[in-house]
């Protein structure tokens, strides 16, 4: 089974730029199925049923997302229904929507992480907790894993180690390097990085950010321009659920 897992979505640069590489990934490296996190793909904060739809008609099979979810309250009646879209699982349990999905064989996990992100229910407990109750548990697990702190990140990939096939970070749109196998066969990486502007500040107008630093004071933030990257990682995963293989997976339009 071979799973794309693609970075953070940034607004309408980050949909072209999924739009334009990801048919072409697809048939280059044989791909089954395809995550990616489109939790700031309206507007570069927030999802609507639009684009969520956009994402969907480009060859994603699965959206998840994290913190922002909630930002544009389009989405809210749509949670529950047919879009596969996740939220958190440790979300509160009153929220709308679910945390996982059951597709082509592979469960998709939505966690968000506690440390300098919110206060959320204990994503090691509510992991535990799914994994012990669903029956049959497929054997392909994938977990995108919503978090600021590396540490965090690191310790669930361990604490996971062995019962899920991969745990894939995103949150801080940038895209770490270490991609590797655990001991027990899980795939690891803390960050799988954005599908955004090149030239922004984690997907946002430079100048804009700047301002906001520099003069310590609430600033408007719009999404980047000019072109845009793709960033992934390819995940190679035995029918027994362990990873064979993780792959960083970049794609850059060219220069106007």
Request: glycine share 10%; with cysteine.
């Amino acid at each position: 089974m071979k799973i794309l897992a693609i970075g953070d979505v940034i607004g309408k640069p980050g949909r072209r730029a999924v739009q334009q590489f990801l048919p072409g990934l697809i048939s280059e490296l044989g791909v089954d199925l395809v995550i990616a996190n489109g939790e700031n793909s309206a507007h570069g904060i927030g999802i609507t049923a639009n684009t969520a739809r956009e994402l969907i008609d480009s060859g994603v099979d699965v959206i998840t997302t994290g913190n922002h979810v909630w930002a544009q309250r389009d989405i809210i009646p749509y949670m529950d229904g047919d879009l596969p879209i996740l939220r958190p699982l440790n979300f509160p349990p009153e929220a709308p929507g679910r945390g996982y999905i059951i597709i082509k064989n592979t469960m998709v996990v939505n966690l968000i992480g506690r440390v300098f992100i919110g206060q959320y229910d204990c994503p090691f407990r509510a992991m535990d907790c799914l994994l012990s109750t669903v029956d049959p548990l497929p054997k392909i697990i994938v977990v995108d894993f919503h978090a600021e702190a590396t540490s965090e990140k690191v310790a669930l990939g361990r604490y996971l180690d062995g019962r899920v096939s991969a745990v894939c970070g995103t949150h801080t749109h940038i895209g770490t390097t270490d991609g590797h196998l655990l001991p027990k066969g899980t795939a690891y990486v803390t960050d799988i990085g954005m599908v955004g502007p090149v030239d922004s500040i984690i997907g946002d107008d430079v100048d804009n950010v700047l301002t906001s630093f520099l003069v310590g004071m609430p600033h408007r933030l719009s999404v980047g321009k000019g072109r845009s990257a793709l960033d992934a990682a390819l995940l190679d995963i035995n029918n027994d659920g362990k990873a064979r293989s993780i792959k960083r997976i970049r794609r850059e339009e060219a220069e106007s």
